[in-house]
C-alpha cells in the first residue's frame, strides 16, 4: 500500500504544509511572516493571526504542487510542540478538522525532533547512532539520536538559543529582525579577529549565551560613546567576531561530546545551521578529525514542514497515531513535557 501524508507546521512565524508519500517529499510549500520584521522579533498574537491567513492558501498549493488530492491522504500530521500556543493551535486544529472530515488519523510530531529528521528526507542518510547539533531560534541542543524514533538530549543551553544571540545582536547593531542571515551576510565580508568576546564554559555539554549577549551589549554601548559612528563603520567586523565567538562556543561542546562517545558521526540541524560559519567549520571537522558531517539542504535548515512530513512517515509506519484530544504542547521537549 502506498502512504500519503499531509504535514503542517504552524510553531512559530511560518505557515508551511508539505506532502510526502512512501518517504518522498512530493512538495514542501513556506509562506513566511514579514509582519515580525518592523517589531524586531515575533509578536505570537500577529503569528497566529497570520497563520488563520496562510494556511488553507498553503494547503491547496501543496496538493496542487504534489498533484495529490484530499481522498489520496492516509493520514493528516502536525507540530504540535514546541512553539507559540496561539500559533500551534491554528495547525493543530486545522489538522484535526480535515482528517476528521476524511476519517483518518491524526500524527503528532515534536518540532526538534522534526529537525533532525531532515537528515533524511535526502542522501546521504546519517546511520545511528549520530550526534545533532540543534541550532535555532528557540533551541540549543546536542541530541544522541539512536533511532528514528529514539533521541536523547545530552546537552541544552540554560538559557538564551544561540539562533537568539544572532537576533538580539542584529538588533543592536540596527539590522531588521530575523537578524541571523544578515550578520552571515556581513561576517563574510568581515575579519573574525577583529574583536574579542568573553565566553563561559558551562558544565557538560550544556551552553550559555547571555553572557556573551551582555558582553555585546556592554562592548557596542562603550565603542559608539567614543565614536557614534562605531557601528557603521566596522559592521562587518563586528559581525565576523560575533559569528566567531558563537560558532566557538557550539563547536567547542560538539568536539566534547564526539570526543567523549567516540560517535564521529554528526549532523547539525534547525535555522542556524544555515549558517556559513558554522557549516564552514563542520566542513573542516570533516577534513581534519575525519568525521562523517551532515549538513542539511538550505530549504530544510529554517522551520518547514517537509521535516515534519520525514517525522511523520516514520510515525505512521511505527503506528504512533495520536487521539482526537491532541492540543498543542507549547513546552514539548525530546523525551517529554517540562
Ligand atoms: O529553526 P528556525 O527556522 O526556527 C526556530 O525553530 O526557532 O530558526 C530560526 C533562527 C533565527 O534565530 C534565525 O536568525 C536563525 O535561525 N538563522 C541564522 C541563519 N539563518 C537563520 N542564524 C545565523 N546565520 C544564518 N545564516
Ligand atoms: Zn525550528
Not at 500524527?107 to 542522501?123: Q, R, S
Not at 538559543?161 to 551576510?185: N, Q
Not at 482526537?324 to 507549547?330: N, V
Amino acid at each position: 500500500m502506498s502512504v500519503t501524508l499531509l504535514a503542517i507546521e504552524s510553531s512559530c512565524d511560518e505557515t508551511a504544509a508539505a506532502v510526502i508519500q512512501d518517504g518522498n517529499i512530493l512538495c514542501n510549500i513556506v509562506a513566511s511572516q514579514s509582519i515580525h520584521e518592523k517589531y524586531g522579533g515575533i509578536v505570537p498574537e500577529l503569528a497566529s493571526r497570520a497563520h488563520q491567513q496562510h494556511i488553507i492558501p498553503v494547503v491547496s498549493q501543496a496538493f496542487l504542487q504534489a498533484n495529490i488530492q484530499k481522498k489520496d491522504l492516509n493520514a493528516v500530521a502536525c507540530t504540535t510542540g514546541p512553539g507559540l500556543l496561539g500559533a500551534l493551535l491554528v495547525g493543530v486544529s486545522f489538522s484535526k478538522a480535515l482528517a476528521s472530515s476524511l476519517g483518518i488519523p491524526v500524527i503528532k510530531v515534536n518540532h526538534m525532533k522534526a529537525h533532525i529528521l531532515a537528515h533524511f528526507i535526502d542522501e546521504p542518510r546519517p546511520a545511528f547512532p549520530f550526534i545533532c547539533m540543534t541550532v535555532s531560534g528557540g533551541h540549543t541542543q546536542l541530541v544522541l539520536v539512536k533511532s528514528h524514533l529514539e533521541m536523547d538530549v545530552i546537552g541544552e543551553t540554560q538559557d538564551d538559543a544561540v539562533g537568539e544571540a544572532f537576533d538580539k545582536t542584529a538588533k543592536l547593531l540596527g539590522l531588521p529582525y530575523p537578524g541571523g542571515p544578515l550578520i552571515d551576510k556581513y561576517a563574510q565580508l568581515g575579519n573574525p579577529n577583529a574583536f574579542l568576546f568573553p565566553t563561559v564554559d558551562m558544565p557538560g555539554y550544556n551552553y550559555s549565551f547571555s553572557g556573551i549577549k551582555t558582553a555585546i551589549l556592554y562592548f557596542l554601548k562603550k565603542n559608539t560613546t567614543i565614536d557614534p559612528d562605531f557601528i557603521e563603520k566596522n559592521l562587518n567586523d563586528i559581525c565576523a567576531s560575533v559569528q566567531f565567538a558563537l560558532v566557538d562556543i557550539l563547536m567547542r561542546k560538539l568536539k566534547r561530546a564526539v570526543r567523549e562517545t567516540g560517535i564521529t558521526r554528526v549532523a547539525i540541524a534547525g535555522g542556524v545551521s544555515a549558517n556559513s560559519g558554522l557549516r564552514k567549520t563542520m566542513e573542516c571537522m570533516r577534513e581534519e578529525k575525519g568525521w562523517e558531517v551532515f549538513i542539511p539542504d538550505f530549504q530544510y535548515c529554517t522551520d518547514n514542514a517537509g521535516m515534519i512530513a520525514m517525522a511523520a512517515y516514520y510515525q505512521f509506519i511505527n503506528n504512533d497515531f495520536a487521539g482526537w484530544d491532541l492540543s498543542p504542547e507549547p513546552r514539548l521537549r525530546i523525551g517529554g513535557i517540562v
